[in-house]
């Protein structure tokens, strides 16, 4: 039962009546306030925190970072709730908080350095304190023989107003000036509100259960722009360049949507059954609504679904043209991916969604927005910038949008600015080290493009991740520049960093070249031509990719085996207990708040994947899809063997890799000249993972804005059927209604890149097969997964006992990654970013922490959104119907090597007979 702190202030009721309290921060009512009543009457500086000095006042509100504040005189209601927490809790409580912070983030990638070092201190200063404090003040042999004694006076004493202006809690070294304050400080904000200053910046550190969420007005605006979301994705998906309508351009027009809604909607109630009634209209639109039809959003957000190549492929007469892929196969396809995907998240909630550690960093810009949008702020005034942030998203938004019209088009070479190469065009070792299109892109300064600096979201991922990914990028530079100068394998013969399949004359390989009219192996074209050869760039990236499975799985489990073996343990017993579903063991504050919400049961998860499996196994039964039905349930263990390792680093650090490389290898290997089927098993083996990660991110999102679960999982099940419907309807229009589609030449750029792909690979991988590329052309690659095996233990041995101020952000798994971004992408798309990311995820967040939380979030969704509203302008305005502008500044790039990279080495001129590779009638 909770109770309230009643007080008048000016004769009013005082706010601090709406914050409950029960004493305990483990109790959901003690983090509920009634928003309302707080935000009509905000309480000042002078009335908050009566047992605490002006001096220590100050020193909260810097650390909270109010100190920017241009009025006390009325405080945000998140400042108010601190200081009534801080009042509230005792200096024991205090100390166990944080001794258990520092057991839970002792390795923690994301806490800061120099916060675990005050947690630290504060804690190992309190044992002599009391017993300071039970001795009449009196120092005693009990002071621990670590720390000087003549230190104490300093940590027990009160905060003196002359020490505020010189001391900044939140950067640099930790000083302790006051040890009661700052303890009960410390932990008030890990056991309130979160450990880490970007969650801080995106949540509030209470809740208010009674604030709508799941109205009428979110599936209304939600279906009607998941429904333009999924038009315009699928429509643009094969185009090159592709035009995507992402979702941070969604969140600007659902808020204008809903503000409509709220205007002219009836304020009625309708009365469906016994108890159940729907308000059309309760009210102002709220922050929760806007949350929840962002995440209903979200399914058709910025993509399609994975399969959507699949049916193309298979649909397409240029491709497989399998006349019985009708309506009812293509529903049976995309619903079993896409709720195959969601029935897992929900399964692995324990891991991914309700831990504290599972930041999911990828998703703090568009809850920043959603909360910049709708929750009012007060004027702040820090380092000189006094700009709210809703006016600061819209000013940079604007700049965006017009600034993208230079690079993207009118003045081209901005953003594939290659200088350097365009120094000496014909000078090919010059392109090959320096080149944006051709090379590996060795260039200090070599766009100017936010759509290219943006490739690795260095406004959202923390900046060890982008040291990682560049350290192994150059270490790949050095291989690939070593593998093709040496000729390995004959990649001499071809472009260094070409993505394309290769024949024995260097030419571009064509899969058709080698299957009959029915799409199927033919041994016969295929001792003419012979097997397909790989670029040094792309066989560097296969090998990384076979490295990176066993190196990760072993890493991510040795490092973090309580968290997986909890994990594991989590699912087990979801999985036994199916009907339940609690939050059991997770303590941190927004699990806590949580509680007060019916959560969605494991069984109804469970629902979902049994009925996504059993449409999988529709349409390899129903359909000749020539798959076998194991393959399905193969594709549903190896994400179920990898879900736990991958969906970890992602939530911790915002690396992501898929499984698409080793599912196609095993099936490859299991159902030799089979397209189909590795098709097939690749949409369910990758999408599962992706789609999963998606929905997680999903609930994640619902999480920080404490939205209902159940509402979460309601909208996500209709967005996903809504979506669905909509992409096959297009989808099946362009192939029939669109003249010349996914012909090279097509006039408006459907030229189908990513059907092709997935094309190419179906008969590479699947009609040739693994076996004859890689056991016999290219064997050391199999070596490859044994080295990262191997190579797992020296990084986990580095990481435990190595020099932890040297290790704590080295991610080994994230520097395999950047390995992988080459073939076509190269050094000119990752190098910018780092410099991004140093100025504002390192420099600003660890200087100017302040104007950090507020701008930096909303600096990255303006310039997105900018972005992608202008493409989207640019390609009706001026590329539908083409109008080109032919000058040197849109042309440049293309001149030289750079835009047209050959094998330093010569197939005609300088292999035997004319071609490299094996012999004619040796083929494997």
Not at 811 to 822: A, D, H, K, Q, R
Request: aromatic content about 16%.
């Amino acid at each position: 039962m909770s109770t309230e702190k009643v007080a008048t202030v000016s004769g009013g009721v005082d706010p601090i009546t709406s914050v409950h309290s029960t004493g305990s921060h483990l109790d959901a009512q003690d983090h509920e306030v009634n928003l309302d009543a707080v935000l009509s009457n905000p309480l000042s500086l002078g009335e908050v925190g009566t047992t605490l000095t002006d001096a220590q006042k100050i020193f909260v509100m810097k650390r909270l970072h109010f100190d920017s504040l241009t009025s006390f005189d009325e405080l945000p209601p998140e400042c108010t709730f601190i200081f009534e927490k801080i009042e509230q809790m005792s200096t024991e409580e205090a100390v166990e908080i944080l001794k258990q912070a520092i057991k839970d983030h002792k390795n923690d990638v994301n806490i800061k350095e120099h916060d675990l070092e005050l947690w630290q201190e504060l804690v190992d200063y309190q044992p002599s304190i009391l017993h300071q404090q039970l001795q009449g003040g009196e120092k005693t042999e009990s002071f621990s023989d670590d720390h000087k004694k003549d230190k104490l006076p300093e940590y027990t004493s009160v905060i003196e107003a002359s020490e505020v202006d010189s001391i900044d809690p939140s950067t640099g070294k930790p000083e302790i000036v006051d040890w009661s304050l700052q303890v009960r400080l410390e932990a008030v904000l890990i056991a309130y509100w979160a450990p880490y200053p970007e969650i801080r910046a995106i949540t509030l550190p209470f809740d208010d259960p009674t604030i709508p969420a799941e109205t009428f007005r979110v599936y209304l605006i939600g279906i009607i722009w998941t429904a333009i979301g999924a038009v315009i994705n699928q429509f643009f998906t094969e185009r090159q360049p592709a035009i995507s309508l992402a979702v941070a351009v969604v969140q600007i027009f659902l808020y204008p949507s809903g503000l409509l809604c709220e205007w002219i909607l009836p304020k009625w109630k309708i009365k469906l059954w016994k108890n159940w009634v729907i308000d059309l209209n309760p009210g102002p639109y709220t922050y929760k609504e806007q949350m929840l039809a962002t995440i209903f959003c979200s399914v058709s957000g910025g993509g399609t679904s994975y399969v959507s190549s699949n049916i193309l492929m298979q649909k397409l007469e240029m491709f497989y043209d399998n006349k019985w892929v009708d309506f009812g196969y293509q529903v049976l396809l995309i619903l079993s991916t896409n709720f195959m995907g969601i029935g897992l998240a929900g399964l692995i909630r324990k891991f991914a969604v309700y831990p504290v550690q599972a930041v999911w960093p990828i998703i703090l810009p568009g809850i920043a927005l959603n909360k910049t949008l709708l929750t009012k702020s007060k004027k702040q005034n820090i380092n000189g910038w006094k700009i709210s942030g809703y006016s600061f998203f819209f000013i940079v938004f604007a700049a965006s949008f017009l600034y993208f019209w230079v690079p993207n088009y009118l003045f081209q070479a901005l953003s594939y600015f290659s200088w350097l190469a365009w120094i000496k065009p014909d000078n090919q070792n010059l392109a090959v080290v320096t080149g944006f299109i051709g090379g590996l892109g060795l260039n200090p300064i070599p766009t100017f493009d936010w759509n290219m600096i943006s490739l690795n979201s260095p406004l959202k991922v923390p900046f060890y991740n982008q040291t990682n990914l560049i350290t192994g990028m150059f270490i790949g530079f050095f291989t690939i520049l070593g593998l093709w100068y040496s000729n390995y394998k004959w990649t001499g013969y071809m472009p260094i960093n070409s993505n394309v399949i290769h024949t024995n004359t260097g030419e571009s390989y064509s899969v058709r070249a080698v299957v009959n009219d029915k799409s199927l192996f033919d041994n016969e074209k295929y001792q003419e031509i012979g097997p397909p050869f790989y670029s040094a760039a792309n066989l560097f990236v296969y090998g990384a990719f076979f490295a990176i499975y066993p190196f990760h799985f072993v890493y991510e489990f040795g490092m973090q085996y309580k968290q997986m073996w909890h994990a594991l343990k989590g699912l087990g017993s979801a999985l036994r207990n199916f009907r339940e579903s609690t939050y059991e063991g997770f303590n941190d504050p927004h699990s806590v708040m949580m509680k007060v919400y019916p959560e969605v049961p494991e069984w109804a998860y469970m629902c979902i994947l049994v009925i996504s499996i059993v449409l999988a196994i529709l349409c390899v039964k129903v359909y000749p899809a020539e798959t076998p039905v194991w393959g399905i349930f193969f594709a549903l263990g190896i994400n179920f063997v990898f879900l736990i390792p991958l969906t970890t680093v992602a939530a911790r650090t915002g690396f992501s890799f898929g499984l698409n490389v080793l599912v196609e290898l095993i099936v490859g290997y299991a159902i030799p000249g089979n397209g189909l089927a590795l098709a097939f098993i690749k949409a369910l083996g990758y999408n599962i993972d992706g789609q999963a990660q998606n929905f997680v991110n999903d609930l994640k999102q619902g999480h920080y804005a404490k939205l209902p679960p159940r509402a979460t999982y309601r909208v996500q099940l209709l967005s996903i059927l809504v979506a669905s419907f909509i992409q096959l309807a297009i989808l099946n229009f362009q192939i029939t209604g669109i003249k010349n589609y996914c012909e090279p030449d097509n006039k408006q750029k459907f030229t189908c890149v990513n059907g092709r792909t997935f094309y190419n690979a179906s008969v590479l991988w699947g009609v040739i097969g693994p076996k004859k590329v890689f056991g016999h052309l290219y064997p050391i690659l199999q070596w490859c997964f044994l080295i990262g095996f191997l190579l797992a233990f020296p990084c986990i041995a580095l990481k435990r006992w190595g020099p932890k101020k040297l290790v704590k952000t080295f991610e080994p798994t994230i520097v395999i990654g950047g390995m992988l971004n080459y073939a076509p992408y190269n050094l000119s798309y990752f190098i910018p970013g780092v410099y991004v990311s140093l100025a504002f995820m390192w420099y600003i967040r660890g200087k100017y922490e302040a104007w950090w939380q507020k701008y930096n979030y909303l600096l990255s969704c303006g310039l997105d959104a900018g972005v992608a509203f202008s493409s989207i302008i640019i390609f009706f305005a001026v590329m539908y119907h083409e109008k080109d502008i032919n000058w040197w500044g849109n042309t440049v790039m293309y001149n030289g090597y750079d835009g047209g990279m050959t094998g330093w080495l010569n197939a005609t001129e300088s292999a035997p007979d004319g071609y490299f590779g094996p012999r004619k009638g040796h083929y494997p």
